[in-house]
């Protein structure tokens, strides 16, 4: 079993930044491949970022790429999204999630996760 924290949210003018933390319990969280996901209000859940359990490859979604980076520290267990250049419609409450099976699915598929926080309201304002 896994629990995952996030943490950093707030409010944000528009062009300015965050950075959102995952604390993961459990000494197997470097076996995880990591995801960020979010969801606006009336809106599906989107795809953010995702993250190898070595850190050497991440996936962004093409609504974050150039501003958003994703980073994880093994030793820490944790994960960070830092998000740079924000915009109004990067408003949503971000989620963290882990994947036990790295090869199961498209990292960008919520349903190949099987940990999710509760998650972190990021709100930008105009």
């Known amino acids: 079993q896994v629990q995952l924290i996030e943490s950093g949210g707030g409010l944000v003018q528009t062009g300015g930044s965050l950075r959102l933390s995952c604390a993961a319990s459990?000494?197997?969280?470097?076996?995880?491949?990591m995801g960020w996901f979010r969801q606006a209000p009336g809106k599906e859940r989107e795809f953010v970022a995702h993250?190898?359990?070595?850190?050497?490859?991440?996936y962004y979604g093409d609504s974050v790429k150039g501003r958003f980076t994703i980073s994880r520290d093994n030793a820490k267990n944790t994960m960070y999204l830092q998000m740079n250049s924000l915009k109004p419609e990067d408003t949503a409450v971000y989620y963290c999630?882990?994947?036990?099976?790295?090869?199961?699915?498209?990292?960008?598929?919520?349903?190949?996760?099987?940990?999710w926080g509760q998650g972190t309201q990021v709100t930008v304002s105009s």
């Open positions: 459990g000494r197997t969280f470097s076996r995880y491949a």
């Open positions: 999630a882990a994947r036990v099976i790295p090869n199961a699915g498209p990292p960008y598929a919520s349903s190949v996760y099987d940990y």
């Open positions: 993250i190898t359990w070595s850190a050497g490859i991440t």
